[in-house]
């Protein structure tokens, strides 16, 4: 049976939860649902890129204040889908999963779907608090780890199946395309260097300052290579992180050796990936970690901690890896990274790694909870006729 199903996602940028749902929602379109990826919109610009999906952009105004930023949010979701209809409404962060709960206490929908890709640790009470009803409201509830279903399980006594990542083998390989050629120039990379890429902008999630140390040590001993931080678009706010990252960095001297990115065009990813000699990965929290395996499937190493949920689903062989307590292990994995053998090995290995991670098997995970959400739906005919 065709499901129509809504993904709804916090923002239109490049983020984890934003990338897994725009996938999820083309990956479905392609088993033959009608999926159509919804979001707030600040700039009126739509999606990081065109999705193989419909597309819902939401209309939202600007707001600086993180918890009214959030309560506008939810309310500018939870009216625009008055009037709209679904099977199945899934939502993949907390800011769109209260919407949905907002409707579910109004009548209006039976329930909903949540994928929890990662939880946060917020101070302000009612961040907090959205944040934990976004999944204790969910009628049905996934997530992307082992590490987060346990955590759900033994926190919250909440079931939520791994249905896991994925990563397109098309968009990241191996081979260059026209946007490899014109990089260098467009982002002022050095020529003639060896470049350290990292992904997810300066936050102290993403452990850049720690990163930044491994990589002025190695520049010491090999003075070819060059820091490339890209992305970062975030609704949270990193300020003070970054004025650690930008006085650490002025103190070295070394600021002509390191590029900032900020947020970066879609299609230029797969071609930092390939002309990266190495990502470097040792990220503190993450829901799944989804950069690793596209830069691999690129047949670039990836440097990740070995921790939860890394360890999870790559094996020993599948990565290169630090231990976030020894802060030398990451400069001793980017030296391991920068060897010919290291390069041989996962120009082949690396796509081999990806190839596990297909995203129609993601999609299919999700059908039998889908499939009870819509009967919820059509089993109360006055509530899922009209949002």
Sequence with gaps: MSLSIGILTHSTNPRGGVVHGMALAEALCDAGHDATLIAPDVTGTGFFRTPRCTTYCIPAVPETDLPTLVERRIGEISDALHGQHFDVLHAQDPISANALADLVEKGRIPGFARTVHHLDRFSHPVLAARQKRGFMAATELFTVSAMWESALHDNHGRKAPVVGNGVDPVRFSPAPTTYDASLQARYRLPAGHRLILTVGGIERRKNTLQLLDAFLALRREQPDV????????????????????????????????????????????PAFYRQAAVLAYPSITEG???CPLEALACGTPAIVPEVVPFTGHLS?????????????????ALRDALSVKSCDHFRVSGPATARRFDWSRVASRHLPAYRRLAVLWHADAPVSGVL
Excluded: K, N, Q
Excluded at 316 to 332: G, I, Q, V, Y
């Design 316 to 332: 020993r062989a599948d990565a290169l890896w630090c231990d976030l307590t020894r802060p030398d292990t990451l400069l001793m």
């Design 226 to 269: 060059h820091l490339v931080v890209a992305g970062g678009a975030s609704l949270l706010d990193h300020s003070a992180y970054r004025t650690l990252f930008a006085a650490r960095l002025h103190e070295s001297g070394a600021a002509d050796h390191v590029t900032i990115t900020g947020p970066v065009a879609d299609d230029d990813m």
């Design 288 to 290: 799944f970690g989804l």
